[in-house]
């Protein structure tokens, strides 16, 4: 009886601890917007759940935005979360890496709904590691290399791919985009390196190992997909791991995979340069080789779902053209029309680049962000102008609050192409789907190529019509910062049939 009084007495104590630490620290912050409160101890967390539970977390931000400025502050039970859309504070979160920080210990795909090891890869990674990282794979993904990896990936998408999506179609086939896209967009990376396996001999060890435990990780992000784009993507894993152990049965007869001992890998083989930087990490750091094999696998889980947000985009953007025809006609009008067989040829599909910038404007794939901002003992505690009192705070932005801000663009949800005419430069900050300054996507050249290059065969070769079933319309999920398809993008997909002017 004893021993329960005093364990209610410390629960007690640590409640009123709670309680009054969340009271003065909502007296500390009441300078500073805010919305009301459910209460000391929950915060806004019966709001936030609420519109979490209607799939409207993004409208109750804009709604919190509209009403309370570009700077306000909520509460997750007792901890202050300081919301942002100030253009000049988020150039300081784009430049200022001293005191803007992602979080340390985040998983990398917690973002994404997925929780999976590894917390250093090129995507969730911090400090030194990451600078390095970025420094060595911004050479694969550089504007001048999209050229070459055009004129690797082209072929593949005329022969075996649309091979495959002929097969898929015959005479003409309901299918769900997204999942069909799934398959097209990973057999791209089987031209980027991850098939045929170009490198340096210590490369060629590494992905073995790697492949062999790579399935497991996958296994998550492949629960997403319909049996049959899993089944693909199975096969294209095994089909890589089989050239990998050729491989490194070469190397260990030491007929090195390059014709000389440590020659870069190509500039369009994309696991050479993981591997290559992963493996200048973890020699920088003095850390095991087996760190090695642990943060390239992390960065190729990485690379999987970044190629999935490509599909994302695109089915995104049948979703929206479902209620402009005439937007949908001529892009594909453009598409038809124009030739591909130069890269010079591929960046002249001005009106479908346009169609795509709209599409990341109003879905954009990261619906937010979110970092750490720490001060120094000398310094002042000072946020967008307000004193905070804290020596760490949790900072929130919102891409798609930018997207849709009616004080950054005009009619901001319909979906206009026309907006983006030649020449136009958005509002500093406004419009960050790549996100930008040093933590920008460093792929988004790769991005833009990958899906025209996939719109220009897909529109040449089959019509396509939108087929939603009205009473599960595709949308998309609020819950996570990045952006998940709920419901099927069903799309009715037949050979072409030329008809005049089209």
């Not at 179609?169 to 097209?184: M, N, P, R, V, Y």
């Not at 019509?465 to 998309?476: A, V, Y």
Request: hydrophobic share 35%; glycine share 4%.
């Amino acid at each position: 009886m004893f021993l329960i009084s005093c364990l209610l007495i410390c629960y007690l104590i640590r409640i009123a601890r709670l309680y009054y630490r969340s009271y003065w620290s909502v007296q500390r912050l009441s300078a500073i917007p805010q919305p009301p409160i459910d209460g000391y101890m929950t915060g806004h967390g019966k709001t936030l759940n609420k519109w979490k539970k209607e799939n409207k977390m993004l409208e109750l931000w804009i709604n919190w935005h509209n009403t309370y400025g570009d700077t306000f502050v909520f509460y997750i039970s007792t901890r202050p979360i300081m919301w942002t859309a100030d253009p000049a504070i988020l150039k300081e979160i784009t430049t200022d890496l001293r005191h803007y920080r992602k979080f340390d210990g985040l998983p990398n795909r917690s973002l994404y709904g997925q929780r999976l090891v590894g917390t250093e890869s090129i995507l969730s990674g911090n400090g030194l590691s990451w600078a390095l990282k970025r420094k060595v794979m911004s050479q694969f993904f550089a504007k001048v290399n999209m050229e070459e990896l055009f004129y690797k990936c082209k072929p593949h998408m005329e022969e075996t791919e649309l091979s495959r999506w002929k097969k898929v179609i015959g005479s003409g086939k309901k299918i769900e985009l997204h999942d069909q896209l799934a398959i097209t967009f990973t057999s791209y990376l089987m031209v980027m390196g991850f098939h045929n396996f170009m490198g340096s001999e210590k490369i060629a060890k590494n992905v073995y190992q790697i492949l062999e435990a790579l399935p497991k990780q996958l296994n998550s992000w492949l629960s997403f997909l319909c049996s049959e784009a899993k089944d693909e993507t199975v096969k294209m894993i095994h089909e890589m791991r089989t050239e990998a152990k050729r491989a490194v049965m070469a190397s260990n007869k030491k007929k090195n995979v390059l014709k000389r001992r440590g020659e870069k890998p190509s500039t369009t083989n994309m696991l050479g340069f993981l591997i290559d930087a992963n493996n200048q990490t973890v020699s920088g750091q003095k850390r095991s080789l087996d760190d090695t094999t642990i943060f390239t696998i992390d960065d190729i889980m990485t690379v999987c779902l970044v190629m999935d947000n490509m599909v994302k985009q695109i089915s995104s953007l049948f979703m929206l053209l479902n209620d402009e025809p005439e937007c949908q006609r001529k892009m594909f009008q453009e598409l038809r029309e124009t030739p591909i067989d130069t890269f010079e040829g591929l960046n002249s599909l001005k009106y479908t680049e346009q169609c795509i910038l709209e599409c990341l404007r109003l879905r954009p794939v990261l619906t937010r962000g979110t970092r750490t901002y720490n001060f120094k003992k000398e310094e002042e505690c000072k946020f967008g102008g307000y004193i905070v009192n804290e020596r760490s705070v949790r900072v929130v932005f919102s891409e798609y609050v930018l997207h849709h801000s009616p004080k950054y663009w005009e009619d901001p949800e319909k979906f206009n192409p026309e907006r983006w005419y030649p020449g136009f430069v958005p509002e500093p900050f406004s419009y960050m789907p790549f996100f930008v300054g040093s933590r920008g996507c460093i792929g988004k050249h790769m991005a833009m190529m990958l899906m025209k290059l996939t719109l220009s065969v897909l529109a040449r070769n089959f019509d396509m019509e939108q087929d939603f079933d009205p009473d599960n319309m595709p949308d998309f999920t609020q819950e996570f910062a990045v952006m998940r398809l709920k419901n099927n993008v069903d799309v009715w997909v037949q050979p072409h049939q030329p008809t005049e002017g089209c």
